[in-house]
Structures are given as C-alpha cells and as structure tokens.
C-alpha cells in the first residue's frame, strides 16, 4: 500500500522565524501531492499541490513546497510564520493509480511562540 | 468558489436516535466524500460517491448509510451510533474522483 509519513508529530517555531516541515511518501508512480492545513475543529484547508511539472510549488498564505523524486519529498516551507499559521497539517498523495483514494500522512502539528 | 458546506455544525444524539448530516457543493464537483476523524488523527475515509454512486465503502459499519439524491447533495444517515463513533465528520468534493479534494468545515458528532 502507499503511505505518507511526516516525521515530526509536533514543531515549535517563534513567530517570524522560517518553517519546514517534511513529508516522504511511498508510490510506485508519479505522485499527485498535496499539503493541507487544518485550525482546531475545522476543515481542511487546501495550501498546495503538485501534479506534475515544476518541482517548487507557490501556494496560499505564502507557503511553498518542494517535490524531490530522488528523495521521495514534498517538504512544506514558509520563510517568516505568523501567529496564525498554528495549526496541523497533513501531507497527502493521491494514490489512485493503485485503486486508492487519498492517502493522508499523519500530521504536523505546529506551534508558533510570540 | 471552493466551498462546500456542512450542517449541521454541531450534533448530540443518544445511541438509540436517528440523524443526518448534510454536505452540499455547488462546483460542479462529480465526487463526494465522508470522512471520519478523530482527535489528532488524520481523516478516515469512509464513502466516496462517483457521478452519484456509491465507489468506494471502507467496511463502514451499517449504522452509518451514505445517500447522494444528486450531484450536489450528499447525506450520511445515522442510527444506532456507539459513544466510539463521536467524532468529527468531513464532507469533501472533487471535479472527478481522481483529483484535487475541498473539504467542509466538518460536524462534530458527539453520541451519548
């Protein structure tokens, strides 16, 4: 089965300082990623994804993400954290080329000290 | 616009109710979603409806029947629910079902 892991379970950064969190991913194929972010008792919130084509991807509130084949990566990265951005988030790769839906790693939580 | 809404927020039901919840997109969307998460836990998929029919059940218990009556609407009809089945319950939808997934802003189910 493919899988997506994300190593560390809970991050702490001080407001304006850089953010990254990693995420590895087991697919036989070319992988469909995506980052989410989700506030305390919401939704999921869509921040990036990668298809195919450039391996630096732009997404909203600022954040971007790497797609690195050779080191089966999708690391998400901010240059300055807001206060705003505590939250958890979860990297996820569309694993339908082996009859699977989404599949989720099991989230970052991040917090952000003043 | 990519919302997909959810009611109701919040839900206290005792074991022996019935309920439903609702999702509704209007995107245009051909795939919907029900997931189930618990706390600090990633979302579980439960459903997944293509073009109005039920594709994917993930050994979901019977007390939980998903229902789509069309291609913006779907329900998940509950009955008999366990205290363990409190959780929070995430609609989603996409173009196909083999892309980019919107999420609602969930129920959180709490059953007594």
Avoid at chain 1, 22 to 51: D, E, H, I
Avoid at chain 1, 89 to 107: I, L, S, T
Avoid at chain 2, 67 to 95: I, M, R, T
Wanted: proline share 7%; aromatic share 12%; glycine share 6%.
């Amino acid at each position: 089965a493919q899988s997506v892991t994300q190593p560390d379970i809970h991050i702490t950064v001080s407001e304006g300082a850089s953010l990254e969190l990693r995420c590895n991913y087991s697919y036989g194929a070319t992988p469909y990623l995506f980052w989410y972010v989700q506030s305390p008792g919401q939704g999921l919130q869509l921040l990036l994804k990668y298809f195919s084509g450039d391996t630096l991807v732009q997404g909203i509130k600022g954040f971007e993400a790497e797609f690195k084949r050779s080191q089966s990566s999708f690391n998400l990265r901010k240059p300055s954290v807001h206060w705003s951005d505590a939250a958890e988030y979860f990297c996820a790769v569309g694993a339908w080329n082996y009859g699977q839906n989404f599949v989720f790693g099991p989230g970052t939580r991040l917090s952000v000290l003043p | 616009d990519t919302e997909v809404t959810q009611t109701p927020k919040h839900l206290v039901m005792g074991m022996t109710n019935k309920k439903s919840l609702k999702c509704e997109q209007h995107m245009g969307h051909r795939a919907m979603y029900w997931y189930k998460q618990k706390a600090k836990k990633p979302p579980e998929l439960m459903f997944v409806y293509s073009y109005e029919k039920l594709s994917i059940n993930e050994s979901v218990p019977s007390r939980f029947s998903p229902e789509c009556p069309n291609s913006s609407l779907l329900n998940l009809h509950l009955h008999a629910l366990q205290p363990e089945d409190s959780a929070l319950y995430l609609c989603a939808s996409s173009l196909a079902p083999t892309d980019t997934q919107y999420f609602g802003p969930g129920t959180r189910l709490t059953v007594l």
